[in-house]
DNA sequence: GTTAGCACTCTATGTTGCTGAGTGCTAATG
DNA sequence: CATTAGCACTCAGCAACATAGAGTGCTAAC
């Protein structure tokens, strides 16, 4: 892997033009626009070196070069350097944060048309998975004769609720009860941290109500398994904008991923190192479908816990450096909205 | 509009035949394909009539003829006969609506996709907005000291929630009063029966918490203004298939079009007739981004009361006969899921 | 080691000509 | 008088061909 300097210049020229341009990228354009001082002859006897080494490739005889993945691998983790946000984009991101939403939701979509917009490629996020946390409030509501609703706050300000059918007996003074009941055990409590030992005191002391209780606790049970998570989409015609979409056919598969929550929320989730921004470029994406598109992705948290992540989909020619800064802005201020959100702006 | 019938026959194999393969269709095929006991020659002036009457058009001298919207409109009015849905599809629909699922969203998320598979083309499906109703229930929650949850029921099964501020000194205790104090004189009542003097009365008896009841009928305000929709979309990739979106041009007003939520809401409120079926061809619908497409609309209701619409965009050469028909079954079932999930499955 | 020069390769683009589908018109037909 | 056969005409689409130009690799000179 070693690679002397001027190669790496090369080498960066190569991607670099091509990145901007989408065309293969010739050694006389190198060495005009580069200013490495040497000829293009030079450059092309560096650049047949490169390719030797499998950093670029040739589409055919007469053409200049593209970058190869590995090339791309190459540029990412040596010589590509940060490029700053410009003083408008820090503008937009730190106003689009500022404005007063109503819930998670909100954030995240705003969020994500944001991204979209800044990196023109397209933008997937997911919202937070907070983990169950414990209870806050339980309350039963009888919503009609014979239907119920559970609804179920936890500390960590989710909130969930189903409907339950109960008998037609059932006032709502039962309800209350019921609720006073449960409020009172549960409160404070994480699922799983319940106790058979507790649950049997509750149901003694309700046994009156065992059908409701039953339904009640499926729901709390439930929130055990539940994936609460959402995936938030957009941005996606900015992608038909690159030449590398203008095959209907590549449009199509790009599609069909995209419509696959299931798809997405893994790609987002496996994410390598689990911290910071990654990046993943053609095949290291593990689904064979999104070969040539490049993902850089990044988990944001709220109080230090991962929570979410939000990531960035675009072809494999794709201006990395302008992305992973961008991510990595858009994470800080989405961890913070957040927390602010939840936590209430005091802190 | 009076057109003879053999007009008419032409007119129809016209639109069908194009409809099924994309081609303008010529005077020979409609005599070979259509028997109509004809020669061509009779057919090639019936369609010359047709084209001065504006109900097809010849892209070039030299190619058949294609539908104009005039052409399609008269269609559809006049012409298509309803197509059965097949046994198969019907049994498909049946059980998507006997699955169990958990919440409206679910509901309506699965329904879009059944629509887009049966139709092959884009589903739009906007969620039920039930009108405010009426309170069931007040609850707010302390969630650690200076914040809150405040947690709206409506009668109609909606839940509606909003993070607020207040002061630190408030406790789980003070929040049990208010809640106490807001549901006895609240409940049963809608948001636009709330009176003045009652309000008074409110503030009259939590004067100590002014600051929480301002923050907490907030939320009840805007529950007045809130749009609760979401709009489902599924399928968008169906459309690459057809051919009339081969053009990258196309496909890109088409996705700029879909990514934006208020645009697909409005078309889908601003139904025609506001009952049944409602079939919009090319410029009928109001937005030029979407001329060339159609949608075939219809409204859902629940318990009789319009709740949302279902919707299904295509290029303006729809199998017209069969999408209407999938779009009104689709309806039916929904209403009847609706219903079954907020009234319990007794009724 | 670098570079100028040159022959070579191959895509992209433009030109031309042909084919075939489809038309409109005219004159013949029942 | 509506219908139809026949025919000349039009034009998109395709294939075959020629051309231009970008870029290469090699060789020989610096």
Known sequence: ??????????????????????????????????????????????????????????????????????????????????????????????????KKVRDVGEVIQKAGQLLSHLTQYASIIISPQLGAGSFKHIQLILMRPSQAMVIVVMDNGSLHHRYIEVPESITTADMETISGVLNAKLQGLTIESIKVTLLKEIYFELARHKHILDLALELLHDLMLKKEDKIYLGGVFNMLNQPEFHNIEKVKTLLSIIEQED??????????????????????????????????????????????????????????????????????????????MILGPGK
């Open 263 to 340: 798809l997405l929320r893994e790609l987002l989730t496996n994410q390598g190192s689990g911290e910071g921004v990654t990046v993943r470029i053609g095949d290291e994406i593990k689904h064979r479908e999104i070969r040539e598109c490049s993902m850089i992705t990044a988990p944001y948290s709220i109080c230090g816990r991962q929570a979410g992540s939000i990531g960035v989909l675009g072809p494999t020619r794709m201006e990395y450096a302008k992305v992973v800064s961008i991510v990595e802005s858009m994470t800080r201020n989405l961890s913070r909205a957040m927390e602010r």
């Open 1 to 98: 892997m070693k690679m002397d300097e001027r190669k790496q210049k090369v080498l960066m020229a190569v991607v670099q033009d091509f990145i901007a341009t989408a065309e293969p990228v010739g050694s006389r354009t190198i060495a005009k626009k580069y200013r490495l001082g040497v000829s293009p002859a030079t450059i092309r006897n560096e650049m047949a070196d490169l390719e030797e080494q499998g950093y670029i490739e040739q589409p055919h005889t007469s053409a200049g070069r593209i970058p190869s993945q590995l090339g791309y691998r190459y540029y990412v983790d040596y010589l590509m350097q940060k490029k700053e946000l410009s003083a408008e984009q820090e503008e937009l991101i730190r106003r689009q944060f500022e």
